[in-house]
Structure formats: structure tokens, C-alpha cells
């Protein structure tokens, strides 16, 4: 029963996570993964953003890249599946479609690919 309940939380960990990184790779263009990083930022802006009136240090989102450099490094078949999951946003119909696949099997695979995230981050 115990090992049930740290799976659960590992999980539900895990999901937190990967919300954080969602909502910080949404705005970005190309289906969610993000275009701009901190390196790009810094070279386009001298280290700084320019905002209205002034300027602002880069804001750095170095968790967030590191949780997209291992959703990148994921084999391709997962990979899909944490990003219908966490940046299409709509129905599970719509983004089973996203992936190709019938809504049953869109779960299936998408508790494949959060297991593999379990496992990366086991190994860390």
C-alpha cells in the first residue's frame, strides 16, 4: 500500500511540474516548444528586455528549460503525449486527435510517457 501512495505522489508531483513547464512554454511559438531562451534573450537584448519605458534583467526560466530539455530528449513516441497532455488545451477527444490516436489509447500511451518521466527522474 505504501509503495501505491509514493507512486501517486511521485505522479502527482510530476504533473505539477510539467503544468509549470506548460505554462511556460504555451506562449511560445512552434506547437509549444519554446523559441526563445535565456542564451537568445541575452544576445538579442544585451542581458537585459526592453520593456516599455525601460529596461528589465532577463528573467530566467532555467527549471523550465530543464524539464523541456528532458521532455526533448524523450523517445518521439512518448514525447507527443506530454505535450497534447500539458499545452494543447481541449477535450481528450481533440487531443487524442492531435496525436492520432483513439482517446483510450491516447491514455494508455500518455501513462507510458509520464512512467518514463518517473524513471528519468529516479535516475537523476
Not at 501517486?8 to 512554454?25: G, I, K, Q, S, T
Request: aromatic share 10%; net charge neutral.
Amino acid at each position: 500500500m505504501r509503495e501505491i501512495n509514493e507512486f501517486d505522489d511521485a505522479l502527482m508531483e510530476l504533473r505539477e511540474h510539467l503544468e509549470r513547464w506548460a505554462r511556460w512554454a504555451r506562449p511560445k511559438d512552434n506547437k509549444g516548444w519554446a523559441t526563445k531562451t535565456i542564451e537568445h534573450s541575452a544576445m538579442m537584448y544585451g542581458g537585459s528586455v526592453p520593456r516599455g519605458q525601460g529596461y528589465r534583467p532577463v528573467e530566467t526560466h532555467a527549471y523550465e528549460e530543464a524539464l523541456e530539455a528532458v521532455i526533448v530528449a524523450m523517445p518521439e513516441e512518448l514525447r507527443g503525449f506530454i505535450v497534447a497532455e500539458f499545452v494543447v488545451r481541449g477535450t481528450p477527444q481533440k487531443r487524442a486527435k492531435h496525436t492520432g490516436t483513439s482517446v483510450a489509447k491516447y491514455y494508455t500511451r500518455l501513462d507510458s510517457a509520464l512512467c518514463y518521466l518517473l524513471g528519468v527522474k529516479a535516475m537523476e
